[in-house]
């Protein structure tokens, strides 16, 4: 097959994730017995490796009931229970927050504390483990909006405060600003906290200008990826030869007919070798 084939230098793992994989990498090379609180990242073949290696993922509820255990939280974050779960039952804690992560649950905590009468609005996905997390800073009164249009569920004669999970699009954010502002009724105040993580924010153009480039967009994600989706429809809407696969066995060679260059991305829960598998699948 005559194809130029270019892995965007610009996908796989951002930072956050890779210090959650590291951690667990270093843990079980001393061959001690980890547990992570969820899937260490919305990537099933990731998530196969590390298991392999020794990682057992649990979910809250097996959570609850363990003792005396060692436990890796990820990058998403938790909420406040979680870490009480761990004192009462003796667990230790291998926190992989993601600075980025744990900084917003901060602010957000604070914001809620000082001001209990105003409403906290988080724009994010709804059952995400990042959003129960920063939803668990506010003892869960926060108003979580999935989409610009929720923003008429708000109450717009009180006050709100706005803030994003890290991984939106900062155009949705900007839209509901934009909507707040101009209807906010005084003296209801309104004040957004731009949360969104630019190291995710700048692939947006990045990942545009790379799928614009090519004949087919290959992009390689988990099926669990909230970020993945969005970076897709991104290649998407600029390419409309453009295929998600969460793994070589997904690629369909017909994509490839009459093509000249292929580019093939992923999310930033995206491993870089299995965009180089794919690559490797495409070439034999």
């Not at 609850?64 to 939280?73: E, F, M």
């Not at 717009?156 to 706005?162: N, P």
């Not at 969005?230 to 030869?241: G, H, Q, T, Y």
């Not at 930033?268 to 070439?283: F, G, Q, V």
Request: hydrophobic share 40%; net charge negative; charged share 25%.
């Amino acid at each position: 097959m005559d194809l130029t084939i270019e892995i965007d230098e610009g996908s796989g793992f951002c930072f956050g994730v890779t210090t959650a994989i590291r951690k667990a990498e270093e843990e079980l090379a001393g061959g001690r017995q980890l547990y992570c609180l969820g899937d260490i990242v919305h990537n099933g073949s990731e998530c196969e490796r590390l298991r392999a290696l020794g990682l057992q993922t649990i979910d809250h509820e097996a959570f609850a009931q363990l003792h005396d255990a060692k436990v890796l939280l990820r990058a998403h974050g938790e909420p406040p229970e979680t870490y009480a779960t761990a004192r009462a039952n003796r667990i230790d804690i291998i926190d992989a927050t993601c600075p980025v992560v744990l900084q917003l649950q901060r602010r957000i905590k604070r914001v809620a504390d000082q001001e209990p009468d105003a409403q906290v609005v988080i724009y994010g996905k709804p059952g995400h483990a990042e959003v129960i997390g920063l939803v668990g800073q506010t003892a869960g009164r926060a108003i979580v909006i999935e989409r610009p249009e929720d923003v008429e569920r708000l109450d717009l004669t009180r006050d709100v405060r706005l803030f994003s999970q890290t991984t939106q699009p900062l155009e949705g954010f900007r839209r509901i600003v934009d909507y707040i502002s101009a209807h906010i009724q005084q003296p209801a105040t309104f004040r957004p906290f731009d949360t969104i993580c630019r190291q995710v924010a700048n692939r947006l153009p990045a990942i545009r200008a790379f799928a614009a480039r090519h004949d087919v967009i290959l992009f390689v994600c988990g099926l669990k990826s909230s970020n993945g989706r969005v970076l897709f429809e991104a290649c998407r809407a600029v390419n409309p030869r453009s295929h998600l696969v969460d793994a070589p066995e997904s690629i369909c060679f017909d994509w490839f007919r009459d093509a000249r260059s292929v580019g093939i991305c992923g999310a930033t829960s995206t491993p870089t070798w299995l965009m180089e598998a794919c690559r490797e699948a495409i070439l034999r």
